[in-house]
């Protein structure tokens, strides 16, 4: 099964509102990535949190990270019709290995 | 535009075939992944390489193989091509080995 799982798999939001998406896991992780995916195009990193940080920030990004409930947060405030993308989270084993990317949350900003 | 570069952007070959997908990492990273991305699959990791050397093999099917060059390209080569192996292709790289990964826009390979 899926190291990384997102939830929700789809949200739809008004422009504006915040949008939330969360990322579960099961093993030990070095890191957690987030990426953005425009239909059909390549992935866009977002932010890296190391297993020994719990909170990231980037321009309108926030992403938490609670290793103790294996899990990972992703918020994007006052959002845009341009954040309309798949978002995934991706992990890392502490070797460097076994690299998961979950199914992913589709976020639709409507205007 | 990430910096990673991955030839051709689309191919469309028939069953039983063989290609060859190329990727040239961002400039100073020594780090180069495969993924594969399909609908029914999502994002699948396939292989990873660092300095030449394989470093993790993820869902790689025997059919395909993979190859990092002194230059630090890499080659993705996939045989006796099946429907099912029609997917989007993407390269990966990073400076090491724990780094945030920078994504090609992909190879689109239809197989017929």
């Known amino acids: 099964s899926q190291q990384g799982e997102e939830d929700p798999q789809a949200l739809s939001i008004q422009e504006g509102e915040n949008a939330t998406m969360n990322c579960s896991y099961k093993?030990?992780?070095?890191?957690l990535q987030w990426y953005r995916q425009n239909s059909g195009r390549g992935l866009v990193h977002l932010i890296l949190?190391?297993?020994?940080?719990r909170e990231k920030h980037s321009g309108r990004l926030r992403v938490t990270l609670d290793t103790s409930k294996k899990s990972s947060s992703l918020l994007i405030t006052a959002s845009r019709a341009a954040d309309t993308a798949s978002y995934f989270c991706?992990?890392?084993?502490?070797?460097?290995?076994?690299?998961?990317f979950g199914p992913g949350t589709r976020l639709s900003v409507l205007p | 535009d990430s910096g990673v570069t991955q030839t051709p952007k689309h191919l469309i070959t028939a069953t039983g075939q063989r290609v060859t997908l190329r990727c040239s990492p961002r400039?100073?990273?020594?780090?180069v992944y495969w993924y594969q991305q399909s609908l029914d699959q999502g994002l699948q990791f396939l292989i990873q390489?660092?300095?030449?050397?394989?470093?993790a093999k993820g869902n790689i099917l025997e059919r395909f193989s993979a190859q990092q060059f002194p230059d630090l390209h890499s080659e993705l080569n996939l045989s006796s091509l099946e429907l099912g192996d029609s997917a989007l292709y993407f390269c990966?790289?990073?400076?090491?080995?724990?780094?945030?990964?920078?994504f090609g826009p992909g190879t689109r390979l239809t197989v017929l």
């Open positions: 990966a790289s990073s400076v090491g080995l724990l780094d945030e990964q920078f």
């Open positions: 093993t030990s992780i070095n890191n």
């Open positions: 949190i190391r297993s020994n940080e």
């Open positions: 991706a992990t890392a084993d502490n070797y460097g290995q076994n690299f998961v």
């Open positions: 400039s100073g990273d020594l780090s």
């Open positions: 390489y660092y300095n030449g050397e394989e470093r």
